[in-house]
T-cell receptor
Framework: DAGVIQSPRHEVTEMGQEVTLRCKPI?????LFWYRQTMMRGLELLIY????????DSGMPEDRFSAKMPNASFSTLKIQPSEPRDSAVYFC?????????????FGQGTRLTVV | KQEVTQIPAALSVPEGENLVLNCSFT??????LQWFRQDPGKGLTSLLL?????REQTSGRLNASLDKSSGRSTLYIAASQPGDSATYLC???????????FGKGTHLIIQP
């Protein structure tokens, strides 16, 4: 398997624009997670899905952030409108099943810069 | 709320030394603990996963231990090499949180 695939790898956008980040989890994994990494706060969980259903989105910072998982092989994280403070690296991760003590595998991340 | 602390924040040692990275967590009701490596500008590479019922895991020159009752884990790196230079992240699953709760990492530099 190619692992967790994220696109784009880098995104530069102007404040106020809509940004969509994409993730393809490892085939057969039932849980998908979106994290954000900043220098100040480190890695923080934004939202996670189990069997394509959002379970906990309490980490989503504002209503400007939304995430979807229309099927088992694809998820998106959308920011609308984007702001400079959203600049960070966004990681997607998947694992076989949440309730079992299973390993999480991370994508290479999307580095977002909002100017 | 689960909190994960890693000490030291940065470490620089000569090549060949054995070293220990420390991780502590506040809520001992965890499912597992995972150590990751992150190279500059790159993603996270999983190094070791320790289940809550286990005491340690080994992979090559790496050995991770877990003392759940005291809320501590250590990552031992034997015979360090310049290629080991990276940021090492500790993350715990469970402990009242969904997903993984990460420490801020230890930035390790191995001097040739």
């Amino acid at each position: 398997d190619a692992g967790v695939i994220q696109s784009p790898r880098h995104e530069v956008t102007e404040m106020g624009q809509e940004v969509t980040l994409r993730c393809k989890p490892i085939s057969g994994h039932n849980s998908l997670f979106w994290y954000r990494q900043t220098m100040m706060r480190g890695l923080e969980l934004l939202i996670y899905f189990n069997n394509n259903v959002p379970i906990d989105d309490s980490g989503m910072p504002e209503d400007r952030f939304s995430a979807k998982m229309p099927n088992a092989s694809f998820s998106t994280l959308k920011i609308q409108p984007s702001e400079p403070r959203d600049s960070a690296v966004y990681f997607c991760a998947s694992s076989p099943y949440r309730e079992m003590n299973t390993e999480a595998f991370f994508g290479q991340g999307t580095r977002l810069t909002v100017v | 709320k689960q909190e994960v602390t890693q000490i030291p924040a940065a470490l620089s040692v000569p090549e060949g030394e054995n070293l220990v990275l420390n991780c502590s967590f506040t809520d001992s009701a965890i499912y597992n603990l995972q150590w990751f490596r992150q190279d500059p500008g790159k993603g996270l590479t999983s190094l070791l996963l320790i289940q809550s019922s286990q005491r340690e895991q080994t992979s090559g020159r790496l050995n991770a231990s877990l003392d759940k009752s005291s809320g501590r884990s250590t990552l031992y790196i034997a015979a360090s090499q310049p290629g080991d230079s990276a940021t090492y992240l500790c993350a715990v699953g469970g402990g009242g949180a969904d997903g993984l709760t990460f420490g801020k990492g230890t930035h390790l530099i191995i001097q040739p």
